[in-house]
């Protein structure tokens, strides 16, 4: 619990994470209210809950740059070398530290999701947003958590590379272009697709909408169901995270 | 009380620190001297359990660093005034070191009394002088009171006043009993701050003894005697019980006998009553900079003589005693240079 309270007092003691909170909600409700308000009454019946998550993955990265950031600023500023001091078995530290950034990202990403749908909302009250289905909740309810998983993945990547530019390029190259590229690949690239793990975390929130031109893209044929993708996109994050416990606990401060 | 055992580092192929063993003393101050790139740095790091050791323990009160429940109220550490946030402010900063092992709030606030941070203590860390910064790393040192205090380099770069605060301070934490381990390149600052001294060279122990014994050691008086008759000369020294030693022809001029603990008075009389000519008969006494380069020389691990160019290396001879050599001999800026060639291998 004291750990806790220690990398809250390190998050919030600096502007940056302050920063990442404010440009994420903005980004991702300032781009949803646009998108509802340039509707054309004609296409009114395409603005569903998916619709209003289509930039869910603007603020989502925005969100996976502070969790990066989290650790890498330490090893940057070498305050990991004070917290290791504090705390010499490191891994309790590392992990209240990817506790709060986690959680905070979850709720960040909740507030996004609800303040977009909310926002579409109330600029277009005639648009079919109302959250009937179990998969329309996930649409708009299932953002957070995808939030609150990929942050520990970027986390675990900072750990790992423990360098804020390389650990950033590397999730933005991984996640907005090779994620992207890999299906373009001849007879293969469709089952390495399937088991991409952004894009498997991506089905949860998406998957069994239906097919709509707006939204995040759902992809035909996954593996899992939605539940079962969260599973699988949370055991990859948890994987790498455990990685990076284990490298910062060998490697030399 | 720290106690290193067989100590050993190495990166790749390059060993940082060399089977060091030695032991700390509480309610003294124990400097820890050695040139640039000796070791020092990465001792410290092992004894607080940020590097792991290749070899060898090292233990304080008889743990090692990841056994000791809150740390911080048992071991204080400055080991770099710059590992802060530059953002954050010296109280937060203090602030969720002190929440990490439970100390009391209020102990942040009298922390920053103690070193005089009271009046910046909400500004950003990043803007202070590398005197408040010194002094901030201090105050985290103290955060929860311990017994043990580790410092690397405390004075470097501060100006006569932060040095002279540093020392009285230091003096007084070893005066309440705690145990202070103080690192330094400079033996004439330890010689002011420190009782006791772990002396190493190139990583390994080139000695442990009190600081009185080490500058007597180091700064002792020989008397350097020349004549036509140098054999006769050598005879009637070592005769009535001195210790001479051959100096062969060099930079200093022609071959020569050293007299250690003599006085020329000594050495003239004697040197009259057999009737003996004399053709040079001079006092030597080494500064304690020559004497300190002289006994870490051949441990230093870039010569400064191979940057000063031909000439300037003196070539150690494993005796205190330096021979007449300007000072100058060492250019100023020649040691920085070297240590900046030491950084490259430092982990960053």
Redesign the interface.
């Known amino acids: 619990m004291?750990?806790l309270?220690?990398e809250r007092?390190?998050l919030f003691?600096?502007?940056?994470p302050w920063w990442c909170m404010i440009i994420a909600t903005a980004l991702t409700v300032g781009l949803t209210s646009i998108f509802a308000a340039t509707t054309k009454t004609t296409e009114l019946t395409d603005l569903t809950p998916s619709a209003t998550q289509f930039a869910y993955s603007f603020g989502l990265v925005v969100m996976m740059v502070m969790a990066t950031l989290a650790v890498t600023?330490e090893y940057r500023?070498?305050?990991i070398?004070?917290?290791?001091?504090?705390?010499?078995?490191r891994t309790p530290?590392l992990v209240a530290k990817a506790a709060v950034v986690v959680v905070l990202a979850g709720i960040v990403g909740e507030i996004t999701a609800v303040a977009s749908w909310g926002v579409a909302t109330l600029i277009q009250p005639d648009a079919p947003l109302g959250l009937d289905t179990a998969q329309e909740y996930r649409n708009v309810f299932g953002v957070g958590l995808i939030y609150l998983l990929s942050a520990l993945l970027a986390l675990a990547v900072g750990l790992i590379v423990r360098q804020s530019a390389g650990a950033v390029v590397i999730e933005l190259i991984y996640l907005l272009l090779l994620e992207n590229l890999l299906p373009a690949i001849p007879r293969i690239g469709d089952h390495i697709q399937h088991w991409l793990p952004y894009t498997v975390g991506n089905n949860f929130i998406v998957a069994g909408q239906p097919e709509t031109a707006d939204g995040p893209p759902a992809i035909e044929g996954m593996p899992f169901g939605p539940w079962g993708s969260l599973v699988y996109y949370a055991a990859v994050c948890v994987g790498l995270f455990l990685v990076g416990l284990i490298l910062a606990k060998?490697r030399?401060? | 009380m720290i106690e290193a055992q067989g100590l050993t580092k190495r990166y790749g192929r390059t060993v940082a620190v060399n089977d060091l063993s030695f032991a700390v003393q509480p309610g003294k101050v124990t400097g820890f001297l050695g040139p640039n790139g000796a070791g020092k740095s990465t001792t410290m790091r092992m004894i607080l359990g940020l590097d792991n050791p290749s070899a060898g323990t090292v233990r304080i009160d008889g743990r090692r660093y990841a056994e000791l429940k809150q740390p911080l109220r048992q071991v204080g550490a400055l080991l770099e005034a710059k590992w802060v946030h530059p953002n954050r402010s010296a109280r937060s900063h203090l602030r969720w070191m002190a929440a990490s092992n439970r100390i009391p709030a209020k102990r942040v606030d009298e922390v920053l009394e103690i070193v005089g941070l009271t009046g910046v203590a909400g500004k950003r860390a990043g803007g202070f002088s590398l005197g408040m910064a010194q002094r901030l790393g201090i105050a985290t040192a103290l955060l929860g009171d311990p017994g043990v205090l580790l410092f690397d380099e405390p004075v470097n770069g501060l100006d006569p006043e932060g040095i002279l605060w540093i020392r009285r301070f230091m003096h007084r934490l070893a005066d309440e009993g705690r145990t202070v381990f103080v690192s330094s390149h400079l033996l004439s600052e330890m010689a002011l701050t420190a009782q006791e001294l772990v002396v190493i060279g190139r990583g390994r122990l080139i000695a442990q003894t009190s600081t009185r014994a080490f500058i007597d050691m180091a700064s002792e008086s020989a008397v350097r005697v020349r004549g036509p008759e140098m054999e006769r000369l050598h005879g009637v020294l070592t005769g009535q019980g001195l210790a001479v030693r051959d100096v062969p022809a060099g930079d200093d001029g022609p071959a020569a006998l050293l007299v250690s603990n003599s006085s020329t008075e000594q050495v003239g009389e004697l040197a009259g009553q057999v009737g003996l000519v004399l053709h040079e008969l001079s006092a030597q006494r080494g500064s304690l900079e020559q004497a300190f380069i002289q006994l870490t020389g051949g441990e230093v691990e870039y010569h400064a003589g191979a940057l000063a160019g031909p000439g300037n290396g003196s070539p150690p001879t494993g005796t205190p005693v330096a021979p007449a050599q300007p000072t100058a001999a060492l250019p100023r800026g020649t040691e920085a240079a070297a240590a900046d060639a030491t950084r490259g291998g430092d982990a960053r």
Request: net charge positive.
């Open positions: 004291t750990l309270t220690v007092i390190k003691s600096t502007r940056s600023t500023f070498s305050t070398r004070s917290t290791f001091l504090a705390v010499p078995t530290a060998r030399d401060a």
